[in-house]
């Protein structure tokens, strides 16, 4: 939750996410600010730092260095990212279950990842990720049993509002990689352009154990 002393990162500046991950160690994230408003803020990672490919049922949705767009909502349990290949290519949205962020500067915030991953691809059915690794964490005293079972819930509500359209919120919709690039690049806002449309918004058929 945010504390009332520090104001919101100003839009055009660079935003340190602390990242903990259940028994593993803090990751560190820089991302640019494009938009902060009472809807959310979102930020721009330009090139994605991970290693190999991440997969999904055996698709690459994320390449080393590819562009993502994030989606960072007070109090909320979740955040969402738009994927896409180096190309930038748009893959899908990923929302991530955490604990709400925890600003603890002008120019950063915390947050502790869940393990359960929601992965919309741009064609074909949205899946929930990795229900067994949480199981683990849980198994293993990493997290609590009330904290797994919110996590849980959240995965259920957002299911649920895809099913029924009121989720991802509208601001989501509003963002393409050429309005992110742009903006980023020092240009003009624009006006909001959406991501490309999926052709199915239909609940999970299977669960694959992957994550960023």
Known sequence: MQSPAIPPPP???T????????????????????????RGI???QSHTPIGPPLKVAGRTILEPG?????????????????????????????ANVLTPVEFVSRHGWTTT???????????GAACQLDEAELAEAEAAGLVTGELAERARQEVATLMEGLATGS?????VREWSLARATGLAAGGPAGNPTPNP?????????????TRP
């Open 11 to 13: 839009v055009g500046t």
């Open 15 to 38: 935003v340190e996410i602390r990242y903990r991950r259940l028994g593993r160690p803090t990751e560190v994230y820089h991302q640019q600010v494009l938009e902060n408003s009472p």
């Open 42 to 44: 979102v930020t721009f």
């Open 66 to 94: 590819s562009p993502a767009i994030w989606f960072t909502f007070r109090r909320a349990w979740h955040d969402i990212g738009l994927f896409h290949l180096a190309d930038g290519t748009f893959t899908g949205l990923y």
């Open 113 to 123: 990842d869940l393990c359960l991953d929601i992965w919309v691809p741009r064609q």
């Open 167 to 171: 989720w991802p919120p509208r601001l």
């Open 197 to 209: 449309s999926r052709e199915s918004a239909s609940p999970p058929e299977s669960s694959p154990q």
